[in-house]
């Protein structure tokens, strides 16, 4: 058993005027939460590391082992399925 805090955190990548993440926004708020994971949202535009691998892929959802679980059109089909894989 792990006390590493980090092991049920899904990061939500995000931008600031983005059509696609506003749309996936309350769909992932409400997927994560009913996967008992909590959900950290960063702005890809405040660190150059994140803006070069993701700029152009936001929104991407993160799994807490740095794997993508969705991006671009968040289906809320694929990001479940997705999510119960994390268990």
């Known amino acids: 058993e792990s006390d590493d805090?980090?092991?049920n955190i899904v990061t939500f990548l995000t931008r600031a005027n983005c059509g696609l993440c506003s749309d996936a926004?309350?769909?992932?708020?409400r997927l994560v939460a009913r996967a008992g994971a909590e959900l950290r949202?960063?702005?890809?535009d405040s660190e150059p590391e994140l803006r070069?691998?993701?700029?152009?892929?936001v929104p991407v959802v993160v799994g807490p082992d740095g794997s993508i679980l969705a991006e671009g059109r968040v289906?809320?089909?694929e990001l479940k399925k997705a999510?119960?894989?994390l268990r």
């Not at 949202?41 to 890809?44: I, L, R």
């Open 5 to 7: 805090l980090s092991e």
């Open 25 to 29: 926004e309350p769909r992932v708020i």
């Open 41 to 44: 949202k960063v702005d890809v």
């Open 52 to 57: 070069a691998e993701f700029g152009a892929r």
């Open 75 to 77: 289906s809320g089909r």
């Open 83 to 85: 999510l119960r894989r």
